[in-house]
């Protein structure tokens, strides 16, 4: 074995380890986030938590489709505010506008926007990519409602 099979296997190694760290690292926080949210929960009447499904739509994406994506005025929200990606939050009527919202591991959120398909267990979140929004697909996270 050459000298740079050698250093290629040590760099592969290290490369390997330093992902097994990462993501250890990003299991143990995404656990004291739940933990974290389930004592706030517990301790104040001012916020529900929850496993909801999430999802992402891009309605200012050149890419966006009406139907899909938005219905009417893609940069206005159902509640008539501006679109605002990594801010704008659909859910179903049981969560009114203006509600905080915090999900898991993505940061807190405003819900004013409503999507036809988005049920009483749906968020649906605004980012600026379609790709964005379809690489995301659709998963479960846990996700802090603060009561108005």
């Given at each position: 074995?050459?000298?740079?099979?050698?250093?290629?296997?040590?760099?592969?190694?290290?490369?390997?380890?330093?992902?097994?760290?990462?993501?250890?690292?990003?299991?143990?926080?995404?656990?004291?986030?739940?933990i974290?949210?389930?004592?706030?929960?517990?301790?104040?009447?001012?916020?529900?938590?929850?496993?909801?499904?999430?999802?992402?739509?891009?309605?200012?994406?050149?890419?966006?489709?009406?139907?899909?994506?938005?219905?009417?005025?893609?940069?206005?929200?159902?509640?008539?505010?501006?679109?605002?990606?990594?801010?704008?939050?659909?859910?179903?009527?049981?969560?009114?506008?203006?509600?905080?919202?915090?999900?898991?591991?993505?940061?807190?959120?405003?819900?004013?926007?409503?999507?036809?398909?988005?049920?009483?267990?749906?968020?649906?979140?605004?980012?600026?990519?379609?790709?964005?929004?379809?690489?995301?697909?659709k998963?479960k996270?846990?996700?802090?409602?603060?009561?108005?």
């Amino acid at each position: 074995m050459t000298r740079k099979h050698l250093l290629l296997i040590t760099a592969v190694f290290i490369l390997f380890i330093f992902i097994i760290f990462s993501l250890a690292a990003e299991t143990k926080k995404a656990r004291q986030e739940a933990i974290d949210a389930r004592e706030m929960a517990l301790e104040s009447k001012e916020y529900q938590v929850q496993i909801m499904n999430i999802t992402k739509y891009a309605p200012l994406s050149p890419l966006a489709t009406e139907g899909s994506d938005y219905s009417g005025d893609p940069s206005l929200t159902a509640s008539g505010d501006k679109v605002v990606p990594g801010e704008t939050a659909t859910t179903g009527p049981n969560i009114p506008f203006g509600t905080r919202i915090y999900v898991e591991g993505l940061g807190w959120r405003t819900v004013n926007d409503r999507g036809r398909l988005v049920g009483p267990n749906d968020i649906d979140l605004a980012v600026s990519t379609k790709k964005e929004s379809i690489e995301f697909g659709k998963q479960k996270r846990l996700v802090i409602i603060k009561l108005q």
